[in-house]
Structure formats: C-alpha cells, structure tokens
C-alpha cells in the first residue's frame, strides 16, 4: 500500500556559495525520494537555506552588503543546484520567510507554556562556525571538533534556555527502541553514549547585540534573539505550514513517515535537541534521520569555513551532472567519510559508464539496427533459458531485489552496484550466444537484452534521471512504469555513445 514520506536535508548556512559536500546530500535525498516514488510511494522532499546565523552577518558585513541583500543572493544560489544537478525537490524554505517566522513563534510559545523556558545567566565556550557551545573536553587542543582551525570563544550573557534534562530518560527510550531509527547503527551507539553522559539544558536565544540584530525576536523581549538551530530546526514543520495550521503539516508530519538526511556533524542536534523540543510541544517525532559522512580532499572535510571546497557549479561546466550523481552515489559509503579525486572521477567515468554501461546500450542498439526488424519482445525466454547456473529471469531477480533492499537500508553504492552487476551479466550473455553470427535468428537474444536492460534502466531513474528518460526515449518503450512493455514490438536503431571517452 502506498505511503506518504516526507524526506527532508539539513539547511546550509548561507554564508557562502554552495559547495560539493552538500551536494552530496541533496542527491542522497533525491535519489531516495526518486525511488520511493518509483515504489508507487508518494513523497515530499524538503530543501532550504538557514539565512539566520551570525556567521551569515559577519560574512555580510566583511563584503559591506546589508544582511538581506547578502543572504538573498546566496540563497539563489542554492537555489539553482536543483537544475544543476537535476533535482526534484518540491519546496525551498529559507528562514527569512514569513511562514518560517509563524512556525518559530509558535513552536516557541508551546515549548514556553509547557515550561520548559527559562532564563539563566550562563559562561561558555561558543564556535561561530557550529553556532555552538562546546565543553572543554570536547575540544581537540583547544580547537573545535569540525572547526579545526577555530578556537571557540568565552561567551557569557543572560540568555533562555530550553529543559533538555527533563527529557533525557525518554529520549534515551525512543533512540534505544528505534522509535527514531537512526542510521547507520553507529551512530546510534554514538547518540545512547551521548545521552548517557547526561544531557544539560541547552541555550536557545542569544543576546540581540551578539546576533548582529538579526534573526527571529523572542517574544516579549526586545533584546534577545531566538538562538539558530531552535530556529533552524523548525524549518521542517514551518515549511509545511505548521504555523498556519496547514493541512500539509496533518498530511505529511503527522500522517507521513519523515526522514531527516543529514551530515555527521549536526546528529546531536536533530537526534536529541529536536526531538525533546517536539515532545515538549506534544508534537510527532521523525521516525528515521539518516546520517552521512564527509566529503573529504585529501582527508580534509570540505567546508566553506575551511576553504577546502569544490564548487559545483564549475564541476557541472565539465561533467555531465548526472555523472556527478552516479559517482557521488556509487563510490562512497553512505556513512562514512569518502574523499573526493577527480582521478577516481575519471576511473570511474571511463569503467562504469563509457565501457560499461554505455558500450552496452551501443552493443545492444547496434545489433537492434543489423536485425533490421522489429524484434517482438513476447519472444523472450527469460524464464526458461540457464544462464551462469540459472534462469535469466532469476538472476534479474534476486539482482533488482538487492537493489530494492539496499535502497531501502540507504546503501546507495551497493544499489548501484547491483545494477552494474546485471550490466556485466548482460555483456558476458552477448559473448555467450554470439548473436552477430546468425542475426537473422537472433531475435529471442535481442528480446532477452532488451528487457534486461529496460530494467537496468528503469531502476537507474533515481540515480540518473535524465539519462534514463533518454535512453527510454531511444528504446521507444511505451507503458514502462505499468511493466506491461514486455508485449511490445519494437525496432532498435543505432544511437550516439552515452558517454564519449574524455581526453585524459
């Protein structure tokens, strides 16, 4: 029966122009929503920008631009990786919104009237680059975890603070109990030793001198500003209209399963902030928050703060975009640290695509083209004919059930590798039967590849949307999405490679 999901990224900072690390989790979420969607779910799939950090007005004020001109350039910027890299989300919120402001006050006055609020004098060392305290020992000689070259400040003012200890047993429960599945499993071993250090009651405002005078005002004190991630972290509600009483926010929070995609380095946040602060508002929690690793160069998180980046779009100037897709997807573990080359690019390039996949499709179409025929598909013997110890149809399968699981667990690379699996299979099954010797009587073969491939190809959609669409197109396969084309008759003509050798 389908479902509703609504799957959600992180909000990056706009401090500065996009980089490949959050591009990375923007396919992610893509290729998810791409396949839930192919699985006859329905999906909405949430994107943004956090426009109300301090990073962003000291940033602003380096350049000499007003805060909001500098925030809404850089947000278009963010804006336009969806046709950069061919991706299909249905909102953009950015905290500067009216909508978004609504959500905050009122999340905020449900947490306050539940009394959860205070306020408390309070000394702490603070990064701008987190926007966050951190304690001593969480230090790494002196310098932030994620911020290396940065040495946190002493901060002290009077400031409100949400009661985090008082939910501390149960969200304990929630995260043991897999009430909010967190992935990998690691990571949820990092999360349960986390709470179970004790969790302290967290600052959630910050003096309106400190906030540059920019962000969302507590209510009923001019001089304070709400603190960002309280304020960045209600996105996922805001944007559904939660401070309106939409009925999207019934539809997709309440009635939908939500799914944060997010970086390591802000789990603590969405794992234990967010969901106390939604059971102190008697809200419905996530049920899954996916947690991903870096990217790296040469072992080094790329980061905007850090100056280690690669700038996407200049990327997409010498790539194809959905070359980038399938590398960021195939070639590194969804949950731990990869680094980035373009060498391995290129390796991959060459190997997967331009002699893999698309030499199949040329091979394929080419022997199409010499049969000089329509090729009736209701001639495959998909499930009768052996093949490597079985039927051809039981290797497609157990393949596209590989696929299907693997998807479901968040394990891209190894979704995508089982495809490439059917590829080579394909390419030692054309070796196998030969069919170039006698054309004339090859058309159970041809119908056999071609339906192989059909799946092949439909199942690339969340990885490589716009290929696929082309490379059905050249099939001139109707009825593929109700998987009634297999009765077809079809005529195959040769096409242009896919993927063109690149000079080295």
């Known amino acids: 029966m389908p479902q509703r999901y609504f799957c959600t990224t992180a909000l990056p900072y706009v401090n500065a122009s996009p980089h490949l690390g959050f591009v990375l989790e923007l396919v992610q979420t893509d290729a998810y929503a791409r396949f839930l969607r192919l699985k006859g779910h329905k999906v909405y799939y949430l994107t943004g920008a956090d426009e109300n950090s301090l990073k962003n007005v000291l940033t602003a004020k380096e350049k000499g631009l007003p805060v909001q001109e500098f925030v809404n350039q850089n947000a278009e910027r963010f804006r336009h990786l969806k046709e950069a890299f061919h991706l299909s989300y249905d909102d953009f919120i950015r905290t500067t919104e009216e909508r978004h402001k609504k959500g905050v006050l009122k999340l905020w006055q449900k947490i306050f009237d539940q009394g959860d609020i205070y306020k408390k004098n309070y000394e702490g060392l603070y990064c701008i680059g987190c926007e966050a305290f951190y304690k001593e020992n969480e230090l790494i000689n002196g310098f932030c975890p994620e911020h290396k070259n940065t040495k946190p400040i002493v901060v002290k003012e009077e400031n409100y603070f949400f009661k985090l200890s008082r939910y501390q047993k149960e969200i304990e429960q929630i995260i043991a109990n897999d009430k909010i599945k967190i992935v990998p499993e690691f990571r949820k071993n990092e999360i349960l030793n986390f709470i179970k250090q004790g969790l302290e009651d967290f600052s959630i405002s910050r003096s309106q001198e400190r906030a540059g005078n920019w962000g969302i005002r507590v209510p009923n004190d001019e001089n304070q500003i709400i603190y960002v991630w309280f304020d960045a972290l209600t ?20 009635e939908g399963e939500v799914i944060h995609f997010i970086g390591k380095g802000i789990s603590r946040f969405h794992a234990i902030y967010w969901p106390a602060m939604l059971l102190s508002a008697g809200l419905p929690l996530p049920q899954t928050i ?4 870096y990217l790296t160069i040469t072992g080094e998180k790329i980061s905007k703060s850090q100056g280690a980046i690669i700038d996407p779009f200049e990327l997409v100037k010498t790539y194809d975009p959905e070359v980038i897709r399938y590398f960021l997807l195939r070639e590194f573990s969804p949950f731990e640290d990869g680094d980035f080359s373009f060498n391995r690019l290129n390796e991959r390039y060459t190997s997967d ?10 091979r394929i179409m080419s022997l199409g083209d010499n049969y000089h025929r329509a090729i009736n598909l209701a001639s495959n013997s998909l499930a009768v004919e052996n093949f490597e110890g079985q039927t051809l149809m039981s290797h497609l399968q157990n393949k596209l059930q590989n696929y299907d699981q693997a998807f479901y667990e968040f394990r891209f690379n190894d979704a995508v590798a089982s495809l490439w699996e059917l590829v080579s299979l394909l390419d030692k099954y054309i070796t196998f039967t030969k069919p170039w010797v006698k054309i004339e009587q090859a058309e159970t073969v041809l119908a056999n590849l071609v339906l192989i491939l059909v799946e092949i190809i439909y199942h690339l959609q969340p990885i490589m949307p716009e290929i696929s669409r082309r490379v059905l197109e050249d099939l001139q396969l109707g009825a593929v999405v109700d998987r009634t084309y297999d009765k077809q008759t079809i005529f195959l003509k040769k096409i242009s490679p896919l993927f063109p050798r690149r000079d080295k």
Request: aromatic share 18%.
């Open 353 to 362: 695509l331009s002699l893999g996949l698309g030499n199949l499709i040329s």
């Open 290 to 293: 996916f947690i991903h690793g």
């Open 235 to 254: 996105n996922y509600i805001s944007a559904l209209g939660y401070g309106e009483n939409s009925s999207l926010f019934t539809q997709w929070w309440e």
